[in-house]
């Protein structure tokens, strides 16, 4: 069985800093993309995408935080991490990781049960 499991989420002011890590558990193939999405509480929002990054390393990122966040992925450990900076209210959200992974010939997506982050002061 393969599941994804995250950590790092809490509570920040604003201007502060967390770093979420994902790894991936269970017997797997490969990862093609890793990743990250996020979802605010507030009714109706909807999952948005944050951070990827593929097998190769090439990173691409929303809009709303170039220049704060950083994902990096170490394929040996089968990890996924990101840091965030300067974080804003608005980044408030539930995270979650995503991956891409082959599993006895077989390729889907795959979830983690996502960490909250709250930035407030």
């Known amino acids: 069985q393969v599941y994804l499991v995250e950590s790092g989420g809490g509570l920040v002011q604003p201007g502060g800093s967390l770093r979420l890590s994902c790894v991936v558990n269970g017997i797997i193939s490969s990862i093609k993309q890793m990743g990250w999405y996020r979802q605010a509480l507030a009714p109706g929002s909807r999952r948005e995408v944050v951070?990827?990054?593929?097998?190769?390393?090439?990173?691409t990122y929303d809009d709303s935080v170039k220049g704060r966040f950083t994902i990096s992925r170490d394929n040996a450990k089968n990890t996924v991490e990101m840091q965030m900076n300067s974080l804003k209210p608005e980044d408030t959200a539930v995270y979650y990781c995503q991956a891409t992974i082959t599993v006895n010939f077989r390729t889907r997506e795959y979830w983690g049960q996502g960490t909250q982050v709250t930035v407030s002061s």
């Open positions: 951070a990827m990054t593929t097998e190769d390393g090439d990173t």
